[in-house]
Structure formats: structure tokens, C-alpha cells
């Protein structure tokens, strides 16, 4: 299995500080992703970066992608509490007629006012 | 709206019982997953498909079943011989072909709940 494991499994922080989450997969991805979930509710997705991309921004999230040490990290600058939710990184592997996306368990993020 | 819709949000099953939640997406996708979350964990794969009329086991298949009569439905049963189903489940889509563009969307879930 790829699955991605998330790093820590919980982050408390104060509000206006940044938070960086780390995913570490085991075998060769086409993209990584990065999605968020409130409580109770689906998951949304933030940002994709392809296996040949190693950094990519969209508004406060900057995420990094190493494929020689197997690890994408996720950045979240001047935090919210409305920032306060779980992130996942899925890992997407396709090839030889097959497709597998797999999600890590997800780190829980404490945004605190 | 474009999006994907799950009912019911909150369903009580008994011992033994089957029970069925459906799965609407009108984005057009090829590809449909059902994925089973319990508290505090990630997601599993239960099932998907990639195109009507065929779909694949995930990892934990036992106990449930699916079918993709049509693009935009994919309805997934819990089956009474799924002897831990109470969690989170959550259906999602995504296209397929465009491997390194694929995004997945997510309905909203369906709590499970034995009583």
C-alpha cells in the first residue's frame, strides 16, 4: 500500500501563527493532494501537485512535494480559527490499467482564537 | 448546483438488516468511490468504478455491496453481514483519463448507526 501518513496526527496553534503538516508515501505517486474536513462533513479539496512539481501556492497554502524522499509537507500561513479542521493528503498512482488514490489518517488542526 | 449528493444524512439500522445509501453526482464523472470513515481515522475504500455497469472492490469490501446502473448513481448497500457498520461514509467522484488532473469530490456523508 502507498497510503500517505500524516504528521503530527494533531496540531493545536494560535490564531495569526502557521501551520505545517507533513505526508510521507512509500511508492511512486503521479500527484499528491491535499484535502480538509470539518467536522462531520465531506472533504474538500485544496491543492494537487504533480509528481514533477515541487512547490505550488494558492492563497495562504503552499504545499512542497520531494519525490526523492517520498514526502509532501502542507503550509498554512497567518492561521484562522476558521482554519480548524482535519487535513488528509491522498497519494494518486495510475498505470498498467489501474488507478489508485489513497488518503492518509490525517492531521487534526486547532486554530485557537 | 454541480456537486454530488448523499442521502439519507443520518440512518439507523437493526441487527441484521440491509440497508442502502445512495449516491447522485450530476459533474459528469466517469468514476465513483464509496469510502468508510470511522472517528478519528482516514478514509478506506470500499468500492468504486470507473464506468457503468463496472465497478471494483477497495479494500474493505466484505459485507457491502454496489451498483452503477447509471453514470450519475452509485448506490451502495450495507449488507447484515458487515458486522461493524456503524461510521461515516462518504461517496465521492472524480473524471477520469486526465490521470494527472483528477480531483475527487466529496458529498456530504451518511452517518451509519446500529441500534
Known amino acids: 500500500s502507498q497510503q500517505g501518513e500524516e504528521d503530527p496526527q494533531a496540531l493545536s496553534i494560535q490564531e495569526g501563527e502557521n501551520a505545517t503538516m507533513n505526508c510521507s508515501y512509500k511508492t511512486s505517486i503521479n500527484n499528491l493532494q491535499w484535502y480538509r474536513q470539518n467536522s462531520g462533513r465531506g472533504l474538500v479539496h485544496l491543492i494537487l501537485i504533480r509528481s514533477n512539481e515541487r512547490e505550488k501556492h494558492s492563497g495562504r497554502l503552499r504545499v512542497t512535494l520531494d519525490t526523492s524522499k517520498k514526502s509532501s509537507s502542507l503550509l498554512i500561513t497567518a492561521s484562522r480559527a476558521a482554519d480548524t479542521a482535519s487535513y488528509f493528503c491522498?497519494?494518486?498512482?495510475?498505470?498498467?490499467?489501474?488507478?489508485?488514490?489513497?488518503f492518509g489518517k490525517g492531521t487534526k488542526l486547532s486554530v485557537i482564537p | 448546483d454541480g456537486g454530488i449528493t448523499q442521502s439519507p444524512k443520518y440512518l439507523f439500522r437493526k441487527e441484521g438488516q440491509n440497508v442502502t445509501l445512495s449516491c447522485e453526482q450530476n459533474?459528469?464523472?466517469?468514476?465513483m468511490y464509496w469510502y468508510r470513515q470511522d472517528p478519528g481515522q482516514g478514509l478506506r475504500l470500499i468500492y468504486y468504478?470507473?464506468?457503468?455497469?463496472?465497478?471494483q472492490k477497495g479494500d474493505i469490501a466484505e459485507g457491502y455491496s454496489v451498483s452503477r446502473e447509471k453514470k450519475e448513481s452509485f448506490p451502495l448497500t450495507v449488507t447484515s453481514a458487515q458486522k461493524n457498520p456503524t461510521a461515516f461514509y462518504l461517496c465521492?467522484?472524480?473524471?477520469?483519463?486526465?490521470?494527472?488532473?483528477?480531483?475527487?469530490?466529496f458529498g456530504e456523508g451518511s452517518w451509519l448507526t446500529v441500534v
Open positions: 491522498a497519494t494518486v498512482w495510475s498505470g498498467a490499467g489501474s488507478y489508485q488514490l489513497t
Open positions: 459533474l459528469n464523472h466517469d468514476a
Open positions: 465521492a467522484s472524480s473524471s477520469v483519463g486526465r490521470v494527472s488532473g483528477n480531483t475527487i469530490y
Open positions: 468504478s470507473q464506468i457503468v455497469n463496472d465497478f
